[in-house]
Each structure stands twice: as C-alpha cells, then as structure tokens.
C-alpha cells in the first residue's frame, strides 16, 4: 500500500472489549497490553462502541505516556472485527475513476448494510485478476462513521494523530501464507471471523456472532466455508489457520472433522491470539514495506 511508503508510525493499537494492545514501532517493537473494565467497550457494527471514552481515554494515556513534545504522534489503530462491515466483492469490469470506484462500492455494499451508506465511513482495495482479465475482487471495510470517530477521540485527546485504520482480521491476514488456498479462522470473544485466501487475493471474509463459542458450532460454520472453496475452486483448502481458540484441543477436533491440515497462526513477533493478531499482522506488513 502506498501509504505505508512513508516512515512507520510512532505507535500501533488493537482495540478490544478486553482491553488495548499496543506496539510502540521500533526496530524492536516494544509491545504490551492494558486490560479495560468490562463495561468500557462493547462491540457492535450498529451503535457506539465506546461507553466510557475517559476510561479508555485514560488507558491509553497509561500505555503510551506523553513524551513532552507538542507534535502530535503517528499512531495506526486497529479496530475490532465486528464493528466494522467486511465484505469482497466481484466485479466483472471495474472503472479506472476512484470517484466511479467509489460510487459503484457505496451502491453494491447498500444492499446488505444495515445502514446508511452514503454517509458511512468506507474504504476498500481492488484485487485484479492474476491472469490479467477484467474480474476484479474487492475488499471494502464499511462502518458508520460516527462508531469510528469514537473509537479514534481519545487517541487524539492523548495527543496521536491516526493516520491509518483498519480491523483485527483485515490485518492479521498478513500472517497467513501467500501461496496456497488457506483458510483463516479467528476467534476473538463470541465473534468468529473466517477468511478465505487463494494465492494471497482475499475471497471471502464474515463475522459471525456465536451463541455458544462450542468447536461443534465452529465446524457448523466452516462447514459451509469449505463448500464455497469447493465449489469455487474445485479443490480443498490447504491449511486452516487458526487464531484465539486457547490450548489447542479444537484444533484437533476442527482437523478430524474437516479432513484438513489444521495449525497455530504464527508470528515472528511472538504468538497471535484473539486481543492481538491484527497488532501482530500490521507490524509483519511494515517489515515487508
């Protein structure tokens, strides 16, 4: 991404209702997290999410204390999965204009958002066709912007400036291997995140609310998964990668019901899991930059 040309921001959030992981961007990132009371943050892509901005007002000010200077620090800010509106999108021809880019994405997502998108925050990157033909897949992050202007008003009271924004999943997809059909499975709370990558491209993405976090009722939504893989590339996954699901026996479980190589998603800056992943995968993207 061009924007990621410049130099790295001074520090990287990932924002939950358990709490704020924080990287302070270095050669050696030094990270650390801080734990909210529960009442804090409570996620949902239809109402505000911050219930008590001073109190993370104030954790974020004890994770990253002011340095003394008047210039406002770059900071990056992940958000949780759920509060945003993920979605891929197919095209099969794509205008050149961003302002025709824009308003073709703001009419297809106006379909299955359940609220006003015309006046919604939006952003999206255009996946074009490996084999140069015209198809285009498009991922496009919607949220109402009142949702995001809240999650980001105590990070600039602390004094940051939030140059970039994305969600948990969108950026820890820079864990998942680039070759390959792979299936990212991520648990962060009661919200299961499944993703579906061929090659690196992102082909599917959802955010699903669990009624009971059971591995059975994570099969029963792989299941499906797994039958869209089928039907659109006639071949199995290669690996599911998993993320938050704890010490590891629905791991086994998940790979005997499924019949597919099931493994830990990695990091080199230590273990993923569901409160930091997207942390994780937005300093692996500046180390490829």
């Not at 302070?24 to 239809?46: G, H, M, N, W």
């Not at 009419?107 to 084999?131: E, G, I, N, T, W």
């Amino acid at each position: 991404m061009g924007l990621l040309k410049d130099p790295p921001p001074a520090y990287a959030f990932e924002v939950s209702e358990a709490g704020i992981a924080v990287a302070e961007i270095a050669r050696q990132p030094k990270i650390s997290f801080a734990a909210l009371e529960r009442d804090v943050v409570s996620v949902s892509p239809l109402r505000d999410n911050v219930l008590r901005p001073e109190a993370l007002l104030h954790q974020v000010r004890a994770v990253a204390a002011a340095d003394g200077s008047r210039k406002r620090r770059r900071a990056a800010l992940i958000l949780p999965d759920y509060a945003v509106r993920v979605s891929v999108l197919d095209f099969d021809d794509f205008p050149a204009d961003s302002r025709e880019q824009t308003s073709l994405v703001r009419f297809r997502l106006k379909r299955s958002v359940p609220f006003d998108v015309d006046s919604a925050a939006l952003s999206f990157h255009a996946q074009r066709d490996s084999a140069g033909g015209k198809r285009v897949d498009v991922t496009a992050a919607v949220a109402p912007l009142e949702i995001v202007a809240r999650y980001e008003a105590p990070f600039r009271l602390a004094g940051f400036h939030i140059g970039w924004v994305t969600t948990s999943s969108l950026a820890a997809l820079e864990l998942v291997p680039h070759t390959g059909l792979n299936v990212l499975a991520k648990l962060t709370g009661r919200v299961l995140n499944l993703a579906v990558l061929n090659h690196g491209v992102l082909k599917l993405i959802r955010s699903i609310e669990l009624s009971d976090c059971t591995a059975q009722e994570i099969t029963d939504h792989l299941f499906p998964t797994f039958a869209y893989i089928e039907d659109q590339f006639s071949a199995s996954p290669d690996t599911l990668l998993v993320c938050g699901f704890g010490a590891g026996t629905e791991e086994s479980w998940l790979e005997a019901q499924l019949g597919v190589q099931t493994v830990p998603l990695a990091s080199r800056f230590g273990q993923p899991g569901e409160l930091n992943a997207g942390l994780l995968g937005y300093l692996e993207m500046l180390k490829e930059t």
